[in-house]
C-alpha cells in the first residue's frame, strides 16, 4: 500500500515538473497489475484508481518490473509521501522544491542511472 502511494506521489511530482515521457518501476507485481488493469482489492482501489487518473495526465508513462534493491527511490518516496500530500490535489512547487537532500540525491541518481549493487543471499560454506 506505501509504495501505490508513493507511485501516486511520484505521478504528482512528474506532473508538476511537467514531465512528459515517464517510466515508472516497482518490485510489486501485484501493484503493477492493479495500476493497470484495475482490482477488487478494498485496500488498493483507492490508489490505484487515483494512479490511473493522474497518469492519464502524463502523455507516455510506461511500467516496469524493477529488482527490489533498484526499488530504493520508491522506498523513500513512501516513507515521505504521507507527509506531503492528502489522496487528492497537486503537489505544490513548494512541496517539490523542499524535497530533502538525500530525497533529491536518489532522485538524481536513478535519472542518471548510477549503478545500484544487487544483493545476493550468502549461501553457507
Not at 25 to 49: E, F, M, W, Y
Not at 55 to 68: E, G, L
Not at 78 to 87: C, L, N, V, Y
Not at 88 to 105: C, D, F, P, Y
Request: with cysteine; hydrophobic share 40%; aromatic share 4%.
Amino acid at each position: 500500500m506505501a509504495e501505490g502511494h508513493a507511485i501516486l506521489y511520484g505521478l504528482k511530482l512528474a506532473n508538476d515538473l511537467n514531465i512528459q515521457n515517464l517510466i515508472i518501476q516497482t518490485d510489486s507485481q501485484v501493484l503493477r497489475d492493479a495500476i493497470q488493469n484495475g482490482t477488487k482489492d478494498k485496500k488498493l482501489q483507492t490508489v490505484t484508481h487515483q494512479c490511473r487518473l493522474w497518469m492519464k495526465k502524463i502523455v507516455q508513462v510506461k511500467m516496469q518490473k524493477i529488482y527490489k534493491e533498484g526499488n530504493v527511490v520508491a522506498d523513500a518516496l513512501a516513507k515521505e509521501a504521507p507527509t506531503r500530500t492528502g489522496h487528492h490535489g497537486s503537489l505544490s512547487n513548494t512541496a517539490t522544491r523542499s524535497l530533502q537532500a538525500h530525497l533529491k540525491a536518489m532522485i538524481w541518481n536513478d535519472i542518471v542511472g548510477t549503478a545500484k549493487q544487487r544483493k545476493f543471499p550468502k549461501h553457507p560454506p
